[in-house]
């Protein structure tokens, strides 16, 4: 029995998920912070540098878990609001196909390419030893990485936010209490935070499979039943490579700073941007969350014709995108010494080099927000290509930024670059989505005495 009534408030359905959603990333998050606070007091800044330096690497099984789990998730929404269960079914199994043919590619291409991606951001000495520690064990269980990333995503498709989360504050639990036996007690460093992170990976992969083959699944299947299907492989990867590309290119974006920071500045500064990019991690999470908890309801409505509804759930996700970032910026801003003391065992030079990112590089930060949730509301009505020149747009335009900005300011520059750029991008896609909306006869075009649809 579908959960997205007629008569039911669109503000209850968009919590519905988008609660849960927020909880999912943000737990999720847990995995990549906690390590930084373990390894920021037990190893210090070139610690952070190292895990900073191995997460481009790493991250391609986690763009995997992204494409998949978003791609074949708009799919299954699809096809629940269009009442086809077999096709949900085939949608949900290709998906698990996916993951296990993609997860071995990308463990091949890491293998190949590790040394290489490390060399070009800098690493030497003692942070590309910790940064080859920690891709060593995480390479070997790439599989894990992918499933974790996108298993939570398709069983909050499947009706269940709420399982969806459970998983990942399992998930992130064992990795809690792992991080502090293997790093704190084992003194296992970076290998130990690689380890617990995958065996709480492993555990959320047993769990999220599980589920789809018990009766708390509202498609429940059997081992029969797990089929591949060409058609809804391309269809999967078509809506999710969007996502792929954008978390590529964060991962890409993180690799250009760490190598402008050891040129422009030291250890200490790729150091600091580790811990200003966990920080930056806790609103983009909760953003993305924002966003994907919207995007079951929108593609259901937008599956079922309901195209007032996909507006009103978009209304309502991007007002919240907005006022958590604004919040997050003033938080940081008032108390910077509180938050960058997690992350650190009292390194005055660390500190020092934090609060300085913190007030460069993270003054438009709800700006990542609204992008990223333009981008998965694209992608979660059927228009994967214009999802998809957002991700690029997002890179080309930060790129110039990135070689320029440093030139002239120096270290500064390096952290204003990512800002600056998205002011320029959201200027961009803002009327791409409103004009959607319009086309799609979701809002009416504005009449010539409104002042604004958006304050109806």
Same mark, same amino acid.
């Given at each position: 029995?579908?959960?997205?009534?007629?008569?039911?408030?669109?503000?209850?359905?968009?919590?519905?998920?988008?609660?849960?959603?927020?909880?999912?990333?943000?737990?999720?998050?847990?995995?990549?912070?906690?390590?930084?606070?373990?390894?920021?007091?037990?190893?210090?800044?070139?610690?952070?540098?190292?895990?900073?330096?191995?997460?481009?690497?790493?991250?391609?099984?986690?763009?995997?878990?992204?494409?998949?789990?978003?791609?074949?998730?708009?799919?299954?929404?699809?096809?629940?609001?269009?009442?086809?269960?077999? @096709?949900?079914?085939?949608?949900?199994?290709?998906?698990?196909?996916?993951?296990?043919?993609?997860?071995?590619?990308?463990?091949?291409?890491?293998?190949?390419?590790?040394?290489?991606?490390?060399?070009?951001?800098?690493?030497?000495?003692?942070?590309?030893?910790?940064?080859?520690?920690?891709?060593?064990?995480?390479?070997?269980?790439?599989?894990?990485?992918?499933?974790?990333?996108?298993?939570?995503?398709?069983?909050?498709?499947?009706?269940?936010?709420?399982?969806?989360?459970?998983?990942?504050?399992?998930?992130?639990?064992?990795?809690?209490?792992?991080?502090?036996?293997?790093?704190?007690?084992?003194?296992?460093?970076?290998?130990?935070?690689?380890?617990?992170?995958?065996?709480?990976?492993?555990?959320?992969?047993?769990?999220?499979?599980?589920?789809?083959?018990?009766?708390?699944?509202?498609?429940?299947?059997?081992?029969?039943? /797990?089929?591949?299907?060409?058609?809804?492989?391309?269809?999967?990867?078509?809506?999710?490579?969007?996502?792929?590309?954008?978390?590529?290119?964060?991962?890409? /974006?993180?690799?250009?700073?760490?190598?402008?920071?050891?040129?422009?500045?030291?250890?200490?500064?790729?150091?600091?941007?580790?811990?200003?990019?966990?920080?930056?991690?806790?609103?983009?999470?909760?953003?993305?969350?924002?966003?994907?908890?919207?995007?079951?309801?929108?593609?259901?409505?937008?599956?079922?014709?309901?195209?007032?509804?996909?507006?009103?759930?978009?209304?309502?996700?991007?007002?919240?995108?907005?006022?958590?970032?604004?919040?997050?910026?003033?938080?940081?801003?008032?108390?910077?010494?509180?938050?960058?003391?997690?992350?650190?065992?009292?390194?005055?030079?660390?500190?020092?080099?934090?609060?300085?990112?913190?007030?460069?590089?993270?003054?438009?930060?709800?700006?990542?927000?609204?992008?990223?949730?333009?981008?998965?509301?694209?992608?979660?009505?059927?228009?994967?290509? @214009?999802?998809?020149?957002?991700?690029?747009?997002?890179?080309?335009?930060?790129?110039?930024?990135?070689?320029?900005?440093?030139?002239?300011?120096?270290?500064?520059?390096?952290?204003?670059?990512?800002?600056?750029?998205?002011?320029?991008?959201?200027?961009?896609?803002?009327?791409?989505?409103?004009?959607?909306?319009?086309?799609?006869?979701?809002?009416?075009?504005?009449?010539?005495?409104?002042?604004?649809?958006?304050?109806?």
């Amino acid at each position: 029995m579908t959960t997205f009534h007629a008569d039911s408030s669109i503000t209850r359905t968009f919590w519905r998920y988008a609660i849960p959603s927020i909880a999912a990333m943000v737990v999720s998050g847990l995995y990549q912070i906690i390590d930084g606070i373990f390894v920021g007091h037990y190893i210090g800044f070139e610690g952070l540098a190292g895990i900073n330096m191995a997460w481009p690497a790493i991250c391609i099984l986690g763009a995997i878990g992204v494409m998949v789990g978003m791609g074949t998730g708009s799919v299954m929404s699809i096809y629940r609001g269009e009442n086809k269960l077999e @096709k949900t079914k085939v949608a949900l199994t290709t998906g698990f196909w996916l993951l296990a043919i993609l997860s071995i590619i990308a463990i091949s291409c890491i293998v190949l390419l590790a040394k290489d991606i490390l060399l070009a951001q800098g690493a030497e000495g003692q942070n590309f030893a910790y940064a080859m520690d920690y891709i060593n064990v995480l390479m070997f269980g790439g599989f894990f990485t992918a499933c974790a990333t996108a298993l939570p995503m398709l069983v909050r498709n499947d009706e269940s936010p709420n399982v969806a989360t459970f998983l990942l504050v399992i998930g992130a639990l064992i990795n809690i209490v792992l991080d502090y036996v293997f790093i704190g007690v084992m003194g296992l460093g970076l290998s130990g935070a690689a380890l617990a992170t995958l065996m709480a990976q492993a555990c959320v992969t047993v769990l999220g499979i599980g589920y789809f083959f018990t009766q708390r699944s509202s498609i429940q299947i059997t081992l029969q039943e /797990v089929l591949f299907s060409w058609n809804k492989a391309k269809q999967s990867l078509s809506l999710g490579a969007s996502a792929l590309v954008m978390y590529l290119y964060g991962s890409f /974006v993180v690799a250009m700073h760490n190598a402008l920071m050891m040129y422009y500045g030291s250890a200490t500064t790729v150091g600091a941007y580790a811990i200003v990019g966990y920080l930056f991690m806790l609103y983009y999470l909760l953003a993305q969350g924002i966003a994907e908890g919207a995007q079951p309801p929108i593609s259901y409505y937008f599956g079922a014709r309901e195209n007032k509804k996909v507006y009103q759930i978009f209304k309502i996700a991007l007002k919240w995108v907005i006022i958590t970032g604004i919040g997050w910026v003033t938080i940081l801003n008032i108390s910077p010494e509180l938050t960058t003391a997690l992350f650190t065992n009292g390194d005055k030079a660390l500190i020092a080099e934090t609060i300085v990112g913190i007030r460069y590089h993270l003054f438009a930060m709800f700006l990542d927000g609204m992008i990223v949730l333009i981008t998965i509301y694209f992608l979660s009505v059927n228009e994967g290509k @214009k999802a998809m020149v957002i991700s690029i747009s997002n890179i080309v335009i930060q790129l110039p930024f990135l070689l320029i900005l440093p030139k002239w300011f120096g270290i500064d520059g390096v952290w204003l670059a990512m800002p600056v750029s998205n002011i320029a991008l959201i200027i961009c896609i803002a009327p791409m989505v409103w004009n959607h909306l319009k086309t799609q006869k979701i809002i009416k075009p504005l009449p010539l005495t409104s002042t604004s649809v958006m304050s109806h």
